[in-house]
């Protein structure tokens, strides 16, 4: 069933029916395919013809409205279920028969197999769930008493609507004080990223918790994400930014440097793209449908065992620093901790090719 495809057929207004039925105190809500759903995501004939062949009632999402905030719930299908809230302004996917919880009015919902190309919801106002409070400090209480608010200046714009601000004004060089390393220290990693893992969202940033990590101590609040659809290359990357620090921007090709900045959101089609961040600069790889980094019978070099294990390659003799790291990065990239995530499955698969190939050579 290509439900993802079917979704996009049809001109569904989810708000103006979520809306209604919260309105008529209904507070869960759901969303797929069977006669018990609230929302049905196809019409009729699309809708009796699935049923027919399902036999079943497939609840794709459900939403509740609850005094904390909204919940989105997804059910048992491998349909993409996304949320953006103004707390955590980036598409993250909620688990698999897992939800998310704390969700105001204003934030978004999406369904579809990734967010660029997805069915877009934003969550309605509702009596039933809140909107999120205003907090303010004591000291911007005292700060907005004594001076009135003043408005930003805006920026100059070219005629083709982009800012003509210069860009070394807008503070997209990084400080001469960075000592991060070469301008292309992390192309190699983007690379073996953007080739070989499966994923429909990989997250970057120096927590260790995200899919491709920058080991860079100046890059400590940079949060991004690049999704993708790992079946349709064609369509290109494109780039959420969660966390504005270092001053990222893009330049697409052919095209002049534009500085992003938190919340944006950028697509990036095509090879030759660019992306900055603090003192580094990363050349998008062609978009093509990922592959395995190592065939199923295929030995890894002592270099790519090295490489993907993070170890110097002299260190390969030191049988406790390689158990050591292997044991670290199997814990962090293990399927069952990640819920099967296939950009973290990919990488894991890497590490046990890779550490059974060093055994088998230590022998």
């Given amino acids: 069933m290509v439900l993802a495809r079917l979704i996009q057929t049809q001109a569904v207004d989810l708000a103006g029916e979520v809306s209604a039925l919260l309105a008529s105190g209904k507070r869960r809500i759901t969303l797929g395919l069977g006669p018990g759903v609230d929302v049905p995501l196809l019409d009729e004939e699309l809708h009796a013809a699935e049923v027919a062949m399902l036999d079943r ?4 999402a459900a939403i509740r409205a609850e005094p904390d905030g909204y919940v989105v719930e ?8 996304y949320v ?3 707390r955590d ?3 993250a996917s909620v688990p698999w028969m897992g939800e998310v919880r704390g969700l105001r009015p204003g934030d978004k919902l999406a369904l579809g197999s990734t967010p660029a190309e997805a069915v877009k919801l934003i969550f309605p106002d509702s009596p039933l769930v ?11 209480k005292r700060a ?3 001076s009135p608010p003043t408005p930003a200046p805006q920026p100059k714009t070219s005629p083709t609507g982009r800012s003509a601000t210069p860009i070394s004004s807008r503070r997209a060089t990084p400080p001469r004080s960075w000592a991060g390393g070469p301008p292309h220290r992390y192309q190699h990693l983007f690379d073996v990223a953007l080739r070989h893992w499966r994923y429909a969202m990989l997250t970057v940033g120096t927590d260790p918790k995200c899919t491709l990590v920058l080991d860079d101590p100046e890059l400590a609040d940079l949060r991004l994400a690049i999704g993708r659809n790992p079946q349709h ?9 969660k966390a504005a620090a270092c001053n990222p921007w893009v330049a697409l090709e052919g095209d002049s440097v534009r500085p992003v900045d938190k919340g944006a959101v950028e697509r990036l089609q095509g090879p030759g793209n660019r992306l900055g961040f603090g003192p580094y600069v990363v050349v998008l790889p062609e978009p093509v449908v990922p592959t395995p980094r190592f065939a199923p019978r295929q030995v890894p070099t002592k270099a790519e065992i090295a490489d993907v294990l993070g170890v110097a390659e002299l260190d390969l003799t030191d049988s406790e620093k390689v158990k050591g790291r292997y044991r670290d990065l199997a814990r962090r990239y293990h399927p069952d901790r990640n819920s099967g995530d296939p950009g ?3 990488r894991f698969l890497e590490i046990q090719t890779c550490f059974d190939a060093w055994r088998q050579s230590a022998r």
Avoid at 133 to 140: A, I
Avoid at 233 to 241: A, Q
């Fill in 89 to 91: 302004p980036i598409w």
């Fill in 84 to 86: 953006w809230s103004e």
């Fill in 233 to 241: 290359p064609e369509r290109g990357y494109e780039l959420f930014v």
């Fill in 144 to 146: 907005a008493e004594r």
């Fill in 344 to 346: 973290d499955t990919s």
């Fill in 74 to 81: 997804r059910g048992a299908t491998n349909f993409g279920v």
């Fill in 130 to 140: 809140p909107s999120a409070p205003v907090r303010r400090t004591e000291r911007q």
């Fill in 57 to 60: 009632e497939l609840v794709v």
